[in-house]
């Protein structure tokens, strides 16, 4: 076990590593922008790699790297790809209605705690 967790925290250093670079990859190809586009665009690469990986892994014997490529690495370079992964496995399951609520609590239910956070933060620290 404790090997599993040093591939993963090693995956992690590196994936966080690479979405860091491509963030200052992006911005010096456009610039300062509003728009988040580093992060939509690491989540969209990351998942598709995370897809890419599930199916290869499963085809050719290597699911013993899934920690290390998965929830290290992808999971490091992404904020999207495990959701994007159990999204598609509850559709993959016939499961429409669990898949978008799934999605609906996962963004909203996120984005609330977020808030919550900021808001519980703010007042303390006023």
């Known amino acids: 076990m404790i090997l599993t967790v040093m591939m993963v925290a090693l995956g992690g250093a590196i994936g966080a590593s690479l979405r860091f670079l491509w963030g200052v990859g992006v911005l010096r190809l456009t610039g300062p922008a509003e728009f988040p586009l580093a992060i939509m665009t690491a989540n969209i690469l990351g998942s598709f790699m995370m897809g890419a990986f599930v199916v290869l892994a499963a085809q050719r014997g290597l699911t013993h790297l ?8 992808l999971g490091g ?19 429409m209605g ?14 609330l705690g977020l808030a919550l956070g900021v808001w519980l933060t703010r007042g303390i620290l006023a």
């Open 66 to 73: 899934s920690p290390f490529v998965m929830t290290g690495v």
């Open 77 to 95: 370079f992404t904020t999207f790809s495990a959701f994007s992964l159990e999204t598609m496995t509850l559709i993959e399951r016939g499961q």
């Open 98 to 111: 669990s898949a978008a609520l799934y999605i609906a609590l996962s963004v909203v239910l996120s984005v």
